[in-house]
């Protein structure tokens, strides 16, 4: 069964410090995802990958930075945490297809409630 | 700039009636389209999709409807039972496996 999991159920972090965000998956997935999920804006695409050392802006990267040195561990970074960054973190991994527009569902962990004081 | 939006946030049914949970989008340029479910305190899981050259897609008590020319879609549960109550998400695929997601849709089904 595929298994996405995110290192931290519940994190706070103040103002100004370095946050880690830590996914792995076991399912031998290339792409791999971060979003954020605040009420009635849905889930939005911060940063994802394709492959190993390889990462692409997503819809709002602004803040965020990540690392991808192993295929199945995704790190989301907050360089310098603000208040704006509380929010719930998703992560999620899928099978690369070849093709432009690609079906393969993506799979997702529980989620990290990060709120930033 | 929403590009797909679910105006319903909330959505109360009673067990065994149908659930129709909607959503739109603005770009053309979409080529698939799923409906993710996603109970409290887990992520959100895959439920249904569809394909822009399709219609309507079935699984079960799950139907998904396409009308491309309103660019419109809509989940039909037939029928609702209580273990149905969660928030439902509809997203669009774009290039390179990325999903644009709407706000999500809380359905509540009452026994």
């Known amino acids: 069964d595929v298994k996405v999991t995110q290192s931290s159920r519940y994190l706070v972090k103040r103002t100004g410090e370095k946050v880690f965000l830590e996914c792995v998956q076991d399912?031998?997935?290339?792409?791999m995802f971060w979003y954020r999920q605040d009420p009635g804006l849905g889930l939005r695409l911060i940063y994802f990958?394709?492959?190993?050392?390889?990462?692409e802006k997503g819809d709002i990267p602004e803040g965020y930075s990540v690392s991808r040195e192993k295929k199945e561990r995704f790190s989301l970074i907050l360089e310098s945490a603000s208040t704006n960054q509380t929010s719930m973190y998703l992560c999620?991994?899928?099978?690369?297809?070849?093709?432009?527009?690609?079906?393969?569902?993506?799979?997702f962990g529980d989620g990290t409630r990060l709120s930033i004081l | 700039d929403q590009q797909v939006k679910q105006n319903s946030p909330s959505l109360s049914v009673q067990e065994g009636r149908i659930s129709i949970l909607n959503c739109d989008y603005t770009?053309?340029?979409?080529?698939?389209f799923l409906w993710y479910k996603k109970y409290p305190a887990e992520g959100p899981t895959f439920l249904i999709s569809?394909?822009?050259?399709?219609d309507k897609n079935e699984d079960g008590r799950f139907t998904v409807f396409l009308n491309k020319s309103a660019k419109h879609l809509s989940l039909h549960i037939v029928p609702s039972q209580p273990g149905d109550s969660a928030v439902y998400f509809c997203?669009?695929?774009?290039?390179?496996?990325?999903?644009?997601f709407g706000g999500g849709t809380r359905l509540m089904v009452k026994p």
């Open positions: 770009n053309s340029m979409f080529d698939y």
């Open positions: 399912m031998d997935h290339e792409n």
């Open positions: 997203a669009a695929l774009r290039a390179g496996n990325m999903l644009t």
């Open positions: 569809i394909s822009s050259i399709k």
């Open positions: 999620a991994s899928s099978l690369h297809d070849r093709s432009p527009y690609s079906n393969q569902p993506q799979h």
């Open positions: 990958s394709y492959d190993v050392k390889m990462k």
